[in-house]
């Protein structure tokens, strides 16, 4: 059964490759999609051929509806959890490697969004007075000051967080488990003064629970609580943009550029590995030159 055979390579993808738990939550969903896929055709793993999966990626793409969206990079996700999983098959199992074929659709780069200053301003402004309302403003606030992604944010301890004379840091645990230190600016660190003395210790059921940031069980908060807070925020901020997980990570590189911080530091403040990554930020500040040049000299036109 392709059950039992998904629970052994979600064991060996933890134990063996060591991948992160949000690698594997991303493999599961694709894997089961892959499952529910064969029981409504009504194919076993044994019988596919290599012409059942164009069959199954067209059949993603006809998923598509106004409640279900999967673009192209989903689909990309989905072809690669496929092929490893039988790369995993026909290494621990004997089966034929059938997905050799089958690649991954071509994904155009495009450049991260990032949200202006006034959106910004207007994001962050949390009026809400409900008893989870300083939480989700220093959840916000620490997104946008530390650039860090989601699932660093609601991974953080309170020993992560840094107190010396006028300085706040906090260290943020990356990918790979790479570490770093990133400077909590004046908004962000009110913001979190006022949650951990005031809104924490009412959430808080377990002294020992040093998640800094909690639901309302008193637990950790989820990546998936986390991004629905941010959304709940942009909607009532009246915010249009569409927004990703990543905008206020885009947002805060892009800012950062803009006010003439060096590349290299950006790097260090992302928990880049290579500059590469970063670099992608520099085109969005480019083009906000030539802008700048065209609606500003006198004989740009």
Request: no cysteine; charged share 25%.
């Amino acid at each position: 059964m392709l059950s039992d055979n998904l629970s052994s390579y979600f064991n060996y993808l933890s134990i063996e490759k060591g991948l992160s738990k949000n690698t594997i939550s991303a493999y599961r969903r694709d894997l089961i999609r892959f499952e529910n896929y064969l029981t409504i055709v009504k194919k076993e793993l044994k019988t596919l051929s290599e012409v059942d999966f164009p069959l199954y990626l067209a059949w993603l793409r006809g998923l598509n509806n106004e409640e279900f969206k999967i673009g192209e990079s989903s689909i990309a996700r989905n072809v690669v959890a496929i092929r490893n999983f039988y790369e995993y098959l026909a290494k621990e199992h004997g089966f034929i490697n059938i997905s050799t074929s089958v690649h991954p659709p071509k994904i155009p780069k495009r450049l991260p969004k990032a949200l202006n200053l006034q959106n910004i301003d207007n994001f962050l402004e949390v009026t809400r007075t409900d008893r989870f309302a300083l939480r989700d403003k220093a959840l916000l606030e620490l997104l946008y000051a530390t650039g860090a992604r989601v699932s660093e944010i609601i991974n953080l301890k309170i020993d992560d967080l840094s107190k010396n004379d006028d300085f706040t840091s906090i260290r943020i645990t990356g990918k790979g488990g790479k570490q770093r230190v990133v400077p909590v600016g004046k908004f962000a660190q009110e913001a979190l003064d006022q949650y951990l003395s005031r809104s924490r210790p009412e959430l808080v059921k377990v002294v020992t629970n040093k998640s800094m940031f909690l639901n309302n069980k008193g637990g950790a908060l989820t990546r998936q609580s986390a991004w629905n807070i941010v959304v709940a925020q942009a909607k009532s901020a009246g915010i249009k943009e569409e927004l990703s997980p990543h905008s206020l990570r885009h947002s805060f590189a892009t800012h950062l550029l803009d006010g003439g911080a060096d590349i290299r530091v950006v790097q260090e403040l992302l928990g880049h590995s290579s500059v590469t990554t970063t670099q992608i930020y520099t085109l969005i500040t480019i083009d906000k030159l030539r802008e700048t040049y065209a609606t500003a000299h006198p004989r740009a036109k």
